[in-house]
């Protein structure tokens, strides 16, 4: 089966919640007016979530749970202001590679072999994918659903919002059902923010390394003619089949340049963020853990908000680390590859010799694979996965906090 656009379950979901944040192609002039005021709309509701979250460390300074829960939804925040603020400045170059996806990913003209890699690709996306929405809407679930559970038996002066404003005015009916449903809508369109622009990301990612998949099958094979045992002679054969190699490898070569290419604009776009996801991660995944396992005065029902921003910001680095890491590898398998055409097959002729030079060149330029970085300091690999969610480091990250906490009561007070 032919994988487009329209058949990938994976690719129509990072559709709907890119428009959300106002990040997708346009069909006509009304649609991209649409598209840049829901990116402004975004922006703001960002803003107005960042000066919410700071507003409510400064009342919880001397609180310490309490803080490190103020502390954690701002810098899921600010993992989503870096998204929403960095991103629309590489839009252009964002959507010229979405319209390259689809031209020549999505609608490529494909044999069994290689649709088959294709199907593959996409079963993989659709995983990472559909899971990571999951999780993130569970989350907003518990963002909203714990405040409620602590509002029963509770008088007007005493009821929570998600996100406390410390304003008196608005516990009072009806001004404090209209902010917690404005509230409720801001986090919805802000949890969209924090993960849509992944699942973007490893979309884009996983079928570019199902690309690499496909030329180093194109390479290895070249031309099906040396299979054949035509009539003519020997020398002819072989002559017309170093041609048809030679056409073949020059195909090769100009899919390989144009990855490489797709692979520098990938770059070029995400290297900001995934630096600024990568160290924000490291983070608030340590901080996550402690107020799921170590945190005294927090609710049962805001615990569970945490074991599901845990869960799910493990499970989002794990997904972007591994699109990256099969880039990483595809894009390397290219000289095992180019090795394995069946150069030996050729005659020394000009053309032979021209093939052979030009499989050289392509496993010397294979040599440099394409990873994507975090702003050049280190390649997004599982490795730093693993870096990140090293068990002894986690581990020692509580047991300091933890006996700090003991030992230094005071410093909270």
């Known amino acids: 089966m032919q994988i487009t656009e329209q058949t990938d379950i994976s690719v129509r979901l990072c559709a709907l919640f890119m428009k959300l944040a106002g990040m997708w192609t346009a069909e006509n002039d009304r649609e991209q007016r649409i598209r840049d005021y829901t990116l402004i709309y975004s922006q703001l509701l960002n803003v107005i979530a960042l000066c919410i979250s700071v507003r409510d460390m400064y009342f919880r300074w001397k609180l310490h749970d309490m803080l490190m829960y103020s502390f954690c939804n701002f810098l899921s925040i600010i993992t989503v202001t870096i998204k929403i603020f960095?991103?629309?400045?590489?839009?252009v170059q964002l959507l010229d590679l979405l319209a390259y996806?689809?031209?020549?990913?999505?609608?490529?003209?494909?044999?069994?072999?290689?649709k088959q890699i294709m199907a593959d690709t996409s079963k993989y996306s659709i995983l990472f994918v559909s899971f990571v929405i999951l999780t993130a809407h569970g989350t907003m679930v518990c963002y909203v659903v714990a405040p409620l559970?602590?509002?029963?038996?509770?008088?007007?002066?005493?009821?929570?919002?998600?996100?406390?404003?410390w304003?008196?005015?608005?516990?009072?009916?009806?001004?404090?059902?209209?902010?917690?449903?404005?509230?409720?809508?801001?986090?919805?369109?802000?949890?969209?923010c924090y993960f849509c622009f992944d699942n973007f990301l490893c979309i884009?990612?996983?079928?570019?390394?199902?690309?690499?998949?496909?030329?180093?099958?194109?390479?290895?094979?070249?031309?099906?003619?040396?299979?054949?045992?035509?009539?003519?002679?020997?020398?002819t054969n072989l002559t017309d089949y170093a041609k048809k190699s030679y056409a073949q490898l020059k195909k090769c070569v100009q899919h390989h340049q144009a990855l490489i290419n797709y692979c520098n604009q990938l770059e070029n776009s995400f290297t900001i963020v995934l630096?600024?996801?990568?160290?924000?991660?490291?983070?608030?995944?340590?901080l996550f853990g402690y107020e799921v396992f170590l945190a005294k005065d927090l609710s049962v029902t805001r615990r569970y908000v945490f074991i599901f921003l845990m869960v799910g910001s493990s499970y989002l680095l794990f997904m972007f680390t591994y699109s990256c890491n099969g880039l990483l590898e595809q894009s390397q398998g290219i000289h095992y590859a180019a090795f394995s055409a069946p150069w030996n097959l050729i005659p020394m002729t000009q053309t032979g010799k021209t093939l052979r030079r030009t499989l050289l060149f392509v496993i010397l330029r294979s040599e440099?694979?394409?990873?994507?970085?975090?702003?050049?300091?280190?390649?997004?690999?599982?490795?730093?996965?693993?870096?990140?969610?090293?068990?002894?480091?986690?581990?020692?990250?509580?047991?300091?906090i933890f006996i700090f906490t003991i030992q230094n009561p005071c410093f909270w007070k």
Not at 377 to 393: A, G, K
Request: charged residues 15%; glycine residues 4%; positive net charge.
């Open 149 to 165: 559970i602590e509002n029963i038996g509770k008088n007007e002066t005493e009821r929570m919002l998600p996100f406390h404003f």
């Open 368 to 400: 440099k694979v394409c990873a994507l970085t975090a702003c050049g300091f280190f390649p997004i690999s599982l490795d730093t996965y693993r870096t990140v969610m090293n068990v002894n480091s986690v581990i020692s990250f509580f047991r300091t």
């Open 204 to 235: 884009m990612n996983m079928h570019a390394a199902g690309q690499f998949r496909i030329l180093q099958y194109r390479l290895t094979k070249l031309s099906d003619t040396g299979k054949e045992t035509p009539n003519q002679p020997a020398s």
């Open 275 to 286: 630096l600024g996801q990568v160290l924000i991660f490291s983070v608030l995944i340590c």
């Open 167 to 192: 304003i008196p005015y608005f516990q009072k009916s009806p001004i404090f059902e209209i902010t917690f449903v404005l509230q409720v809508f801001n986090l919805y369109h802000t949890g969209v």
């Open 86 to 91: 960095i991103l629309p400045m590489y839009k």
């Open 101 to 114: 996806t689809r031209k020549h990913f999505w609608n490529g003209n494909y044999d069994e072999r290689e």
